[in-house]
C-alpha cells in the first residue's frame, strides 16, 4: 500500500485530509484527522511524595477526565513541550525528565503521536490551572502511589503511563488486575 496524494479539505483548530492510497493497483480514498503531536508526563513531586494529575473537561469525551500533564507540541521539540506543559499546568519547573515511549494515539485515522514522559518535581514556581487564553480550566489532582493505582482512570496516554509505573515498581494496579480477571473469564 503506498500514499499517491493527499488533499486537505479543512483547515481549523484541527486539519483533515483526503489521503489517496493505492493498493495493488487499486486507488482507495481516506480521510485523515491531523492534530499534530503532543507530549505528557507522569509527575512525580519527590518532597510531597505524591503523583500529580490534572482533571479537566474534554469535548469529545463529553466530560471531565483525569489526564496526565500535557500539551500539543509548537515545534518539533516533545522535552521543551511537556515542561512548558507541566509549568503552565501545574505551576512546577522539572528536576528530572525520563522519556518512556512515543506511540500513536489512533493511528487508523489520526496523525497524532505522543511523546510520554515520567517527571520529576519539587518547587512550584508559579500559579497554574492552565491558561485562560486557551480556556483551560484545569483542576490539580495529587495521589499517593497506592491510591494513583486505584483511580478509575479513561484517557490512554494515562493508563499507559501508570501501567508503565506499575511495570517499573513491580506492582499491580487496579485495572491491571480488571484486565486480569476479564481474561481469566474468558
Not at 66 to 82: C, M, R, S
Request: charged letters at 35%; a negative charge; aromatic letters at 12%.
Amino acid at each position: 500500500m503506498k500514499i499517491k496524494k493527499k488533499e486537505t479539505i479543512y483547515n481549523g483548530f484541527y486539519t483533515f485530509r483526503k489521503v489517496y492510497l493505492e493498493d495493488k493497483g487499486e486507488t482507495i480514498e481516506r480521510e485523515q484527522f491531523d492534530s499534530g503531536g503532543a507530549a505528557a508526563a507522569l509527575v512525580y513531586d519527590t518532597e510531597k511524595q505524591r503523583y500529580i494529575l490534572v482533571k479537566q473537561f474534554r469535548y469529545s469525551a463529553e466530560q471531565e477526565l483525569l489526564e496526565l500533564v500535557a500539551g500539543v507540541l509548537e515545534g518539533n521539540d516533545p522535552e521543551k513541550a511537556v515542561r512548558k506543559e507541566i509549568e503552565e499546568e501545574i505551576g512546577y519547573k522539572v528536576d528530572h525528565l525520563e522519556h518512556i515511549w512515543d506511540f500513536y494515539s489512533s493511528p487508523g485515522a489520526c496523525t497524532e503521536v505522543v511523546y510520554l514522559f515520567y517527571a520529576e518535581v519539587s518547587q512550584k514556581k508559579a500559579e497554574s490551572g492552565g491558561k485562560d487564553e486557551e480556556h483551560e480550566q484545569i483542576n490539580i489532582k495529587e495521589f499517593t502511589e497506592e491510591e494513583l493505582f486505584y483511580q478509575p482512570l479513561q484517557d490512554a496516554k494515562t493508563v499507559i503511563a501508570v501501567q508503565w509505573l506499575a511495570a517499573r515498581l513491580g506492582k499491580s494496579s487496579a485495572n491491571n488486575a480488571r484486565i486480569s480477571k476479564t481474561d481469566a473469564a474468558d
